[in-house]
């Protein structure tokens, strides 16, 4: 399958990698094992754009949602000052499918259940894979979604989905992230969760007449939630629906 809704951009130059280093939540020098995923954050450690980068000769790829793509470019601009980077959009779309990886494609590196991804120049669409479904059952979130600006990376779990490195060093957001990780025991985060009935997406959440949390994404009788873990049970509504945690 191949999809509009992502930007590819090369990125070329000497300072490219040491570059990335600096601002990313992983760890460039991973970049040897095919894909990596990562993102880039607020210094006050909040969620700005993630994406998928891979190594193209002496160039790097970046896959980034299309509507995410010009701040994510206008972000990167402002940071690159003097290093000898550039940035150029390219025509490339995005190929996924599910099973092993073609020899132009790699292992989506967040989970082996999201098949593989590959950069093409063809635009050969293939609808038979039910995307949203493995993003809610594998709880990945998606930006526009559920990942926003208000978005903590590891209450959204990118640690379980090999988007962040907690030995690499400095990066924009480091502190903030790192001590979430250390320091604190994450009360609110990204949930799988039952839904039996009708709520729209961003639909509270309650229990016992209390706010829990928001209604996401939804695949059948599925969900993803961003939840106060302290407060969810069993029994919860959103809107009209009824909401079960854990599933």
Known sequence: MSTSDRSIFRLTG?????????????DM????????????????????????????????????DAEQAPALLQRLTMYKLRADVTIEKTNLQVHRGLGD???????????????????RGSTQIDDSVDWTALYVTNQVPNAG??????????EMGFER?????????CYVGQEVTARMKHKTELRKGLALVGIDGDAAFGTPIQANDKAVGT????????????????????????????????T
């Open 14 to 26: 000497d300072d490219t990698e040491s570059f990335l280093q600096g601002l990313i939540t992983n």
């Open 145 to 154: 979604l559920e990942l926003d600006q208000n978005s903590f990376i590891l």
């Open 101 to 119: 990886a073609p020899e132009d494609g790699a292992p989506d590196p967040r989970t082996p259940n999201l098949g593989w991804r590959a950069y």
């Open 215 to 246: 209604l996401l994404s939804r695949a059948g009788d599925k969900a993803l939630a961003y939840l106060r873990y302290d407060r969810a049970s069993a029994d919860m509504t959103a809107g009209d629906a009824k909401i079960s945690y854990p």
């Open 161 to 169: 989905l090999n988007g962040v490195d907690f030995k690499k060093g």
């Open 29 to 64: 020098t991973h970049l040897t094992d095919g894909l990596l995923y990562a993102a880039i954050l607020t210094p006050q450690g909040k969620y700005l754009a993630d994406f998928f980068l891979k190594r193209d000769d002496d160039a790097v790829l970046l896959d980034a």
